[in-house]
């Protein structure tokens, strides 16, 4: 099991940019694909972005794509999700997970198979 402790929300004006972090406990953080998922009130939790154990995969959700970008930095056990040009439409809390997993370039959008999951970190953009 990993903690995974989300970092850089915020109210934030359209067109704007943030960067929103994870920070994740254990020794063991290079061998998680990660994904961020979003959720806005009243809708289900949906994928945003994802990346491999290396970093050399990446997936995003038609939504983002263009706008966000995910990396990671293994040596620091943290995974970042830049995001550019915000929209009122990305107001949510924002949610990092982990996924356990012996390949190394698989990346996953369905958030029903992460294993571990931060307590979320507010976006809220207005217009």
């Known amino acids: 099991q990993v903690q995974l402790v989300e970092s850089g929300g915020g109210l934030v004006q359209a067109g704007d940019s943030l960067r929103l972090s994870c920070a994740a406990s254990?020794?063991?953080?290079?061998?998680?694909?990660m994904g961020w998922f979003r959720q806005a009130p009243g809708t289900v939790r949906e994928f945003v972005a994802a990346?491999?154990?290396?970093?050399?995969?990446?997936d995003f959700a038609d939504s983002v794509k263009g706008r966000f970008t995910i990396s990671r930095d293994n040596a620091k056990n943290t995974v970042y999700l830049q995001m550019n040009s915000l929209k009122p439409e990305d107001t949510a809390v924002y949610y990092c997970?982990?996924?356990?997993?012996?390949?190394?370039?698989?990346?996953?959008?369905?958030?029903?198979?992460?294993?571990?999951w931060g307590q979320g970190t507010q976006v809220t953009v207005s217009s």
């Open positions: 990346i491999s154990r290396s970093g050399g995969y990446t």
């Open positions: 997970a982990a996924k356990r997993s012996y390949s190394t370039s698989a990346v996953f959008s369905q958030s029903d198979v992460y294993d571990d």
């Open positions: 254990g020794r063991t953080f290079r061998t998680y694909p």
